[in-house]
T-cell receptor
Framework: KNQVEQSPQSLIILEGKNCTLQCNYTVSPFSNLRWYKQDTGRGPVSLTIMTFSENTKSNGRYTATLDADTKQSSLHITASQLSDSASYICVVGGTGTASKLTFGTGTRLQVTL | DTAVSQTPKYLVTQMGNDKSIKCEQNLGHDTMYWYKQDSKKFLKIMFSYNNKELIINETVPNRFSPKSPDKAHLNLHINSLELGDSAVYFC???????????????FGSGTQLSVL
């Protein structure tokens, strides 16, 4: 069964600090891995998309890594800001014409003063 | 200019009623989706349409019926609403996800459905 597991479930950090969120997946066959940010009451917004051949991708202060051998990904947030408070969702895509995405349940990040 | 817009934002209704959620995208995308996010924040695909044609139809009760009048619109009609239908429903769109499916998904802001 295709699954995406994220850890930690929730995280509280001080503004300005760095943090790393983890994602493990068992989706097969694998096509791509995405990280989304979902603010409260809003839809998810794409941060990064990585294919099998990519092992790192950055989007501003967000850097995602992918190890397709161990089926793990991480999202590193540098110099966190209050606006980073949100849920971060790891999503893995399979292959095929109507390829489906498998969503993790997210890590709830709270950045405080 | 909202890229993917869905209405209403909130929907409170009684069990047994029929309701519709509308979605429109102005991104020129070929493919539109409906996702359901449950109380545990888990997002699950319900339907996907490419150019008005149904391409993904997950195991969803047939009380849920999507309708795509054109490729910029995908509406969701729900008959005989049940308590378990309470969730947040997200519309999304992308360019056609062919083999590989690397196209970025753009989500609407969600419709919070509460069935009493």
């Amino acid at each position: 069964k295709n699954q995406v597991e994220q850890s930690p479930q929730s995280l509280i950090i001080l503004e300005g600090k760095n943090c790393t969120l983890q994602c493990n997946y068992t989706v097969s066959p694998f096509s791509n891995l995405r990280w989304y940010k979902q603010d409260t009451g809003r839809g998810p917004v794409s941060l990064t998309i990585m294919t099998f051949s990519e092992n790192t991708k950055s989007n501003g202060r967000y850097t995602a890594t992918l190890d397709a051998d161990t089926k793990q990904s991480s999202l590193h947030i540098t110099a966190s800001q209050l606006s980073d408070s949100a849920s971060y969702i790891c999503v893995v895509g399979g292959t095929g014409t109507a390829s489906k995405l498998t969503f993790g349940t997210g890590t709830r990040l709270q950045v405080t003063l | 200019d909202t890229a993917v817009s869905q209405t209403p934002k909130y929907l409170v209704t009684q069990m047994g009623n029929d309701k519709s959620i509308k979605c429109e995208q102005n991104l020129g995308h070929d493919t539109m989706y409906w996702y359901k996010q449950d109380s545990k924040k888990f997002l699950k695909i319900m339907f996907s349409y490419n150019n008005k044609e149904l391409i993904i139809n997950e195991t969803v009760p047939n009380r849920f019926s999507p309708k795509s009048p054109d490729k910029a619109h995908l509406n969701l009609h729900i008959n005989s609403l049940e308590l378990g239908d309470s969730a947040v429903y997200f519309c999304a769109s992308s360019h056609f996800r062919g083999a590989g499916g690397n196209e970025k998904l753009f989500f609407g802001s969600g419709t919070q459905l509460s069935v009493l």
